[in-house]
């Protein structure tokens, strides 16, 4: 099977693919509506696509696309921590500290803005459209003293060297990934990284009644449903018109989430499941799911 | 009083600050973080940010900014609708359909996709920092026959001809600004654009309680007060932490609001209140604000 994810090769993103998929053939596209469009027109089997980052929040042109553009469903999802090194070609592997410039995805820029400060202070940095990006762009020019700051699989697949590693500032910073199929693709619940199992529904509310959202949360309480998100986001037909993502910690029943889908609907609530799907965590990093 | 805005001169928060305060020295500055820096080091008495777009959602670097960098108070509100329009240089206005290529922030093409795919077919755009700046751009180049995207300020500010009016492809688009300050600055309540007055609240949950997002709306519920807009967002404290922004459509009073917030703190709830302000809104679309 194919799987496209956002690319280019060794983003983070391709981390979470290798980590789901490492027997399929990988398809790196340059935007997530690349993706999408790709997985529409049948080109790809599964797509992945971050959703979320604990620092930056949703990713919106993932949630548009789900809500908006695709009848796609979720089949899983998977978080990936976000660690930063700084890297160089290997002839320059011994004069890290000469770098002149210091290339990488503004995000990535950002989250490293104390390392940078300290320790190459006054350098000049230049923005890519990806980590993976800045990564091949330093790989391709050893003529001039640049850094490149990536993840560890951009340094294997590029041939770089870390010259220093962990350079983020904040050590929490995590990225949810999901994975999307129109065909029923069973993932492998018995790794190690397989946490648990969750629901994401999507919510409208029905126009101007106070207290919907109150009896909406009310439907999942009464039946001790735990939910471990809640985001509303406008519904592009004005200011104040909204709808909400609610992510249920628990997998689709035929009984508790019909219950809570029936009462919404006699509410006059639009409910839509996005999927019910099984989640993973890479890495060794304490997990925590708050319930709302 | 100095009010610093999200410029240059001309931008749609210009619009609302002109509304807003007609008689005060405006003062623009380029970036959100620099009119909310300004504010904190008492350059200027107040500052008007954007704070959501009816279809991009909330502009994230303000609400940082609210809730993790400054302690000042939001003290209005003013919603603004955002009409686009394709103009040129004077010289060239009897040639729009010659353009050759069109200037906008990529916010306003992308509001314009279908306009320039049915009229411009094939011009190539160029992304400014600003529709403001796009304007100010082809003023200076009359030699070249180019189009900007902007509104009616930006047109006659920059002394430019309006060719094609209204091009943006859905009529609902509204932006929220905030006003913010350190001092008690009385609106004027008076004006027809008010529509009534609200208080924002920041909502941090108990650490993994079940059901307290349900609690706390309950907080609301039975007091009928009504909400108007819900907003989670990372706590940047990992995965899965979020706190809430709610809107609450009344003026803080001495029971009602004191009486939910001694309630959500006694459930271990942390509450600030963001402000409580009158709201504003230009232009004569229908207003609607939903209730949830």
């Given at each position: 099977m194919k799987v496209g994810f956002?690319?280019?090769?060794?983003?983070f993103t391709d981390i979470a693919v290798r980590e789901m998929f490492p027997e399929e053939k990988a398809v790196p596209y340059l935007t997530i509506p690349d993706c999408f469009d790709a997985l529409i027109e049948d080109e790809i089997d599964m797509a992945v696509v971050p959703l979320?980052?604990?620092?930056?929040?949703?990713v919106n042109i993932t949630l548009d696309y789900l809500v908006h553009e695709v009848d796609i469903p979720i089949i899983g999802e998977v978080t990936c921590p976000i660690r930063q090194h700084l890297m160089v070609h290997p002839m320059n592997k011994d004069k890290w500290?000469?770098?002149?410039v210091v290339y990488s995805h503004s995000h990535a820029l950002a989250q490293c803005h104390k390392f940078l400060h300290k320790e190459l202070k006054g350098t000049p940095s230049e923005k890519t459209t990806s980590t993976a990006a800045a990564a091949q762009f330093v790989k391709e020019s050893p003529d001039i003293i640049a850094g490149a700051i990536a993840n560890e699989l951009a340094a294997t697949e590029y041939g770089l060297e870390i010259v220093q590693k962990d350079i983020h500032d904040v050590s929490y910073n995590h990225t949810r990934f999901i994975v999307l199929s129109k065909k029923k693709v069973r993932l492998h619940e018995e790794k190690s990284t397989y946490k648990g199992f969750k629901t994401t529904v999507m919510i409208t509310l029905p126009s101007?009644?106070?207290g919907a959202l109150h009896q909406v949360l009310s439907a999942f309480a009464w039946r001790k449903l735990n939910l471990s998100k809640i985001e509303s986001r406008p519904m592009k037909t004005g200011l104040g018109n909204y709808f909400f993502i609610i992510d249920v910690d628990m997998k689709q029943d035929e009984v508790l989430i019909p219950g809570v889908v029936a009462e919404l609907e006699a509410l006059d609530c639009q409910v839509k499941i996005l999927g019910s799907y099984p989640y993973f965590q890479i890495g060794s990093e304490k997990s925590r799911v708050q319930h709302l």
């Open positions: 956002l690319g280019p090769k060794a983003t979320e980052n604990a620092l930056e929040g949703s500290k000469e770098i002149g101007d009644r106070a």
